[in-house]
């Protein structure tokens, strides 16, 4: 399957949620019509686009159809393909991982999705030649570390791990000197998703943080956080609560495949302005997908 078909089958609920009524819309276009901007604002925040933006779409694409003097449907879903993809566009989409070693820290509420992630994007750096490292920060569940050897045999990539209930920290900074040891390109370090409550779990991230930046000053850090699509504005509040203690640099949103609420991601780009790098179609190794702005909003308006 290429990769723009891909997306369009991770989006196929999201897709049957909002686009049925929008593509019989933008057929039916016919220039002034408030009618067709209400129900276009409505299918984006059914999708959970969220208020906000979904209103700021709508103007935007009114002034843009404005401007340009638009009529026929398919000229005005194009205007709206660059409308969504403009709210998409926010910082950088690639990763920055130039150093050896270079360090991916993933955090996120609990079930979310860290870990499958990780395994992912480890599978696809190896192959692409990269020496990864695992690190099983997350300490609190002996299941964690398991779940995560698993990932690693499967993905070709080294692991470090501690025993259940040991300092998350100290597996960091082993897995740091295990790394320098074996010229590793890059690090990535799994973390616990719930621990004995909020404050528990941030100052741990904290604490992990620390370390690397002490014990890899100059290295390049992604902190990616994970959002599961399916929990819809819910997952907005994480990330508020996140970006106050962590620097997160990106997001990866997983589970779009089993969402009809992926309209979440306009919400996400759009108020937290942070970039989406990621997003997780499906469970097994190849359902992780480099975020495209411009791929996502056409899947989502085309038929
Ligand atoms: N359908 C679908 N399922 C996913 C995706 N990403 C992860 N999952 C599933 O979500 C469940 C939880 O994933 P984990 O990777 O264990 O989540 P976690 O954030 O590490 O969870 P904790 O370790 O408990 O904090 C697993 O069953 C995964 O297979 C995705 O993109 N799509
Ligand atoms: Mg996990």
Redesign the pocket.
Known sequence: MGFFEKIKQGLAKTKKNMSIQMNNMFAGFTGENEEFYDELEEALIIADAGVDTSVKAVENLKRLVKERGLRGGESVRLAFTEVLTDILDVGDKQLSLGTKPSVILMV??????????IGKLAAKMTAEGKKVLLVAG?TF?AA?AE?LTVWSERAGAAIVRHEEGSDPASVVFDGISAAKARASDIIIV?T???LHNKQNLMNELNKITRIINRELPDADKEILL?LDATTGQNGLIQAKQFKETADITGIVL?????TAKGGIVFAIADELQLPVKYI????SVD?LMPFEPESFAEALLQQ
């Open positions: 996120g509420v609990n079930g979310v999705g860290k870990t499958t992630t997350d569940r964690a779940q799994d616990a998703g719930r994970v997983t589970k779009l495949d089993g997780g179609v499906g469970e359902d």
